[in-house]
T-cell receptor, first 113, second 114 residues
């Protein structure tokens, strides 16, 4: 049971480039989400999904796209990277019901130059 | 809206000292409450949780009690170790705009000196 996995661990992009951050979970969780973590800002929700085929925007969705074609995978796409997207990105998952505790991946550290 | 406020850090203690990190919340209804810990270079790990008033969550020597009357969920440990150095996040789960979400505090950086 690997839990929540994320790739890559580190990435450097030039302004205007696009890329996809991968996230997968093997716990059969319905709910998945993406956060970004910036110094002094805590965690901010980018997008989330309550099940395959269903996604919605969080607090800071601009510049990011998501899709959820399977229960296991929830990729985050940066369409045209900007320096303001330099951050650490975390994917998390949880099962519906219960206390709604979320399980986090190890993170992707992204730098946009 | 729902929110979580943590004591500002950084907090620096000596090994074996008593630890308290304050957390208060604002929420409609009765949220579940959590403490997460983030070690350097890693993701967040669930440390403990409480789902109703007067519940006490505990793990690895850490404790926190859900206090509805004071809307608080303070984290405590009787004797800290160098290995407890990390960033600690208080969080609540709430239904926001029709979906269940976690709302996080800003985090408190804890450093334990030997």
């Amino acid at each position: 049971n690997a839990g929540v996995t994320q790739t890559p661990k580190f990435q450097v992009l030039k302004t205007g480039q696009s890329m996809t951050l991968q996230c997968a979970q093997d716990m059969n969780h319905e709910y998945m989400s993406w956060y970004r973590q910036d110094p002094g800002m805590g965690l901010r929700l980018i997008h989330y999904s309550v099940g395959a085929g269903i996604t919605d925007q969080g607090e800071v969705p601009n510049g990011y796209n998501v899709s959820r074609s399977t229960t296991e995978d929830f990729p985050l796409r940066l369409l045209s990277a900007a320096p303001s997207q330099t951050s650490v990105y975390f994917c998390a998952s949880s099962y519906r019901g219960g206390a709604f505790e979320q399980y986090f991946g190890p993170g992707t550290r992204l730098t946009v130059t | 809206g729902d929110s979580v406020t943590q004591m500002e850090g950084p907090v620096t203690l000596s090994e074996e000292a008593f630890l308290t990190i304050n957390c208060t919340y604002t929420a409609t209804g009765y949220p579940s409450l959590f403490w997460y810990v983030q070690y350097p270079g890693e993701g967040l790990q669930l440390l403990l949780k409480a789902t109703k008033a007067d519940d006490k969550g505990s793990n690895k020597g850490f404790e926190a009690t859900y206090r509805k009357e004071t809307t608080s969920f303070h984290l405590e440990k009787g004797s800290v170790q160098v290995s407890d150095s990390a960033v600690y996040f208080c969080a609540l789960s709430a239904r926001i705009q029709g979906a269940q979400k976690l709302v996080f505090g800003q985090g408190t950086r804890l450093t334990i000196n030997p």
